[in-house]
Nanobody, 126 residues
Framework: QVQLVESGGGLVQAGGSLRLSCAAS????????MGWFRQAPGKEREFVAA????????AYADSVKGRFTISRDNAKNTVYLQMNSLKPEDTAVYSC???????????????????WGQGTQVTVSS
């Protein structure tokens, strides 16, 4: 089993910044990809960003490109999501996820991810 624990959420004003962390533990960590997803009230969970553990390649949703940056620290088994220029529409529960599939691309759909964290609330006030 793999445990994923998110932290770093909170309340911030529009234009502000937050950095989310996702610490992984448990099974020897050999996930191929780590992703961040978010779910706002009344909406479906949506892809935000993802990173390949081995290559460091990244992918972003169009809505966050240029504002969010995903990174990883392999030694700490931790993935980060730096969120800048936050907008009220970024308000959601943010969850990290681990994918063990072997692919030639970074998956952006929830069904491609095998383990999920509990999520951390991000609220952006206007």
């Amino acid at each position: 089993q793999v445990q994923l624990v998110e932290s770093g959420g909170g309340l911030v004003q529009a234009g502000g910044s937050l950095r989310l962390s996702c610490a992984a533990s448990g099974r020897t960590f050999s996930a191929s990809t780590m992703g961040w997803f978010r779910q706002a009230p009344g909406k479906e969970r949506e892809f935000v960003a993802a990173i390949s553990w081995n290559t460091g390649s990244t992918a972003y949703a169009d809505s966050v490109k240029g504002r969010f940056t995903i990174s990883r620290d392999n030694a700490k088994n931790t993935v980060y999501l730096q969120m800048n220029s936050l907008k009220p529409e970024d308000t959601a529960v943010y969850s990290c996820a681990a994918s063990y599939g072997v692919r030639g691309y970074i998956p952006k759909v929830t069904r491609s991810y095998d383990y999920w964290g509990q999520g951390t609330q991000v609220t952006v006030s206007s």
